[in-house]
């Protein structure tokens, strides 16, 4: 079947080939190729096509030669030309389209048209209005007018890229005519202000002629004041523009207020100074410097309110919401702010619910302590030793708990008493809290014990029996002070062997007692809760000695020492 279908194509191959140009014989050919080496070399004219032009005889003939399917008559380059069948044709520049929307509009919904507006050239997914509420499908009124859709225009490279395609020059017309009616408008309303001030301007106000050249020079003055420009500045008149073109020079440039090499630095590639140049300067306040560096605007302006609006993005982010502060900016602060008012009626509900369940509300209501314990107007004067000579002295706030509150007949309170490790009543030594007082004339007794009695605590006695201002009772007791340190000093410096073998002997002691305790395998942690009640107050050698002994954790040679 494959051998039967060639043979017939070519068949009718042969039978096409029978209409084109005859097969030339060997003498015609030699005829031909003689007329063509004489056309060449100009001794016969040159043939000519249908349109009567000549072609060149230095053409090959496989270009000269048509198609023998073309069925061409006569010597002809028609074949070798732009066929018109063949050229493209695009629509021009000037060919103009309608734009915008008909004039025409529906009075009831057609199907396939946009169910929010009702216009048949868009769909819903498309259209440009604001979403209805109930949609023009359903409500059956306000149906928006159709689109003119423009005609498919067949446009070349360029003319489908040209902004102005389908622009009608007209319409500029319409805009210069309104600008010349505006302008006439101006004109006419400053030749009336002209008139105006010339009829109420009074004849008897007359001014010479040396005022008027003046008024003249001045109004030239700021009428050229307007074109004129600014030091570093290029001003335009006419665009209402100010470019700074140079820095003025008058003004001093970063880098040159302070040439010290360790002072702010200066990015050349930003042209900033962030820290402060002058900051080294001491006769000068900053609020007095010209410049202060650049970090002032981190924290000037809205920078706090971003920055905490930048970490609750982060924060929110951490626990899965999806919040992006420059991708979604207004979303962020919305959040952020509805945060903000929920954190508030929550820390309201809070206290409210304790109030309700504890009181205490007239508490809130006080003024503050600023208040309270600050400035007031009662008048109070002092004399040098701060003794008060006029008004009443400021009363020493008291705390919470009952002061001075004495029991069972005593004139002090429990706890003014110490004894071998045990408090009592001071005014007769009564060690139990619910003994009676007895008296101090009990306190001779040899059943009760005595309180033993320092100097410093006669003198403090001595001190306070008197009727002094408070500033002259702490000057006599740092007087007293002195005397006794000096009076001890001395004693030292008399005897300063006898100290040193108190202390040797303390240490004697403590190592005895380390010893027994390692023995013993007692910890201290864990002794008698009332094992201590003989302990006195220690003296200044115990102290020295605790002091030798304590291990130093911190020390890098406490491993090394030998105490």
């Known amino acids: ?210 005022s008027d050249n003046e008024e003249e020079q001045e109004e030239d003055e700021y009428r050229y004041a307007e074109n004129a420009d600014m030091p570093g500045t290029k001003f335009d008149n006419k ?104 954190k508030d009626v929550f820390k309201k509900d809070v206290s409210n619910s304790i109030i309700e369940k504890y009181g205490g509300k007239e508490h809130l209501d006080a003024p503050p302590k600023e208040l309270l314990l600050g400035a007031s107007e009662e008048y109070v004067e002092y004399s040098r030793t701060g003794k008060v000579i006029k008004g009443q002295e400021k009363i020493i706030p008291r705390s919470k708990y009952e002061e001075d509150v004495h029991v069972y007949g005593h004139t002090t309170v429990y706890g003014s008493y110490w004894e071998k490790g045990q408090w009592g009543y001071k005014c007769c030594g009564a060690l139990q809290k619910a003994a009676y007082c007895t008296g101090s004339a009990s306190r001779t007794g040899a059943d009760v014990p005595q309180m033993p009695h320092s100097s410093r605590d006669k003198d403090e006695e001595d001190v306070l029996d008197r009727s002094r201002s408070l500033m002259e009772i702490h000057q006599e007791k740092m007087v007293a002070e002195r005397k006794r340190k000096k009076e001890k000093i001395e004693e030292e410096r008399e005897n300063p062997l006898a100290r040193e073998e108190r202390l040797k002997k303390i240490l004697k002691q403590l190592d005895e007692r380390a010893e027994e305790e390692k023995k013993l395998g007692n910890d201290e942690r864990k002794r008698d809760y009332n094992s201590m009640t003989d302990a006195a107050m220690p003296t200044e050698e115990e102290m020295e000695a605790y002091r030798l002994r304590k291990h130093m954790a911190h020390d890098p040679m406490s491993s090394f020492s030998k105490t």
């Open 239 to 342: 665009k209402r523009q100010t470019v700074r073109n140079l820095r003025i020079r008058e003004d001093t440039a970063k880098y040159l207020l302070n040439l010290d090499i360790n002072s702010a630095y200066y990015d050349p590639k930003s042209r900033s100074m962030r820290d402060n140049p002058l900051k080294d300067v001491a006769h000068k306040k900053p609020s007095e410097l010209s410049f202060t560096g650049e970090n002032f605007v981190r924290s000037t302006g809205q920078v706090k309110e971003i920055t905490k609006l930048q970490l609750f993005a982060w924060e929110a982010a951490d626990r899965g919401t999806n919040i992006h502060l420059q991708a979604e900016p207004t979303k962020a602060a919305l959040v952020h702010q509805a945060y903000l008012e929920r």
């Open 1 to 210: 079947n494959e051998y039967k279908s060639y043979l017939s194509m070519a068949s009718t191959m042969t039978d096409e080939r029978k209409d084109g140009p005859p097969k030339k014989s060997r003498e015609d050919y030699k005829k031909q190729k003689e007329l063509d080496e004489a056309r060449k070399s100009g001794l016969e004219p040159a043939e000519q096509d249908e349109f009567g032009c000549d072609i060149n005889p230095h053409i090959p003939q496989y270009i000269k030669d048509s198609p023998w399917y073309l069925q061409m008559q006569g010597p002809t380059l028609t074949h070798q030309r732009i066929q018109p069948d063949t050229v493209k044709t695009f629509d021009g520049v000037e060919k103009k389209y309608l734009k915008g929307v008909t004039s025409k509009i529906s009075t009831k919904f057609r199907k396939g048209a946009c169910t929010n507006c009702g216009a048949m050239t868009h769909t819903r997914k498309d259209c440009l209005e604001r979403p209805r509420k109930v949609g023009a499908k359903w409500s059956g009124k306000d149906f928006a007018p159709d689109e003119l859709i423009p005609d498919t225009r067949n446009l070349d490279f360029e003319g489908k890229r040209d902004r102005w395609i389908g622009y009608d020059a007209t319409a500029h017309n319409e805009l210069l005519e309104e600008h010349s009616k505006v302008e006439k408008v101006k004109q006419q309303l400053k030749a009336e202000s002209l008139n105006e001030n010339l009829t109420k301007r009074k004849p008897t106000e007359s001014k010479s002629d040396s």
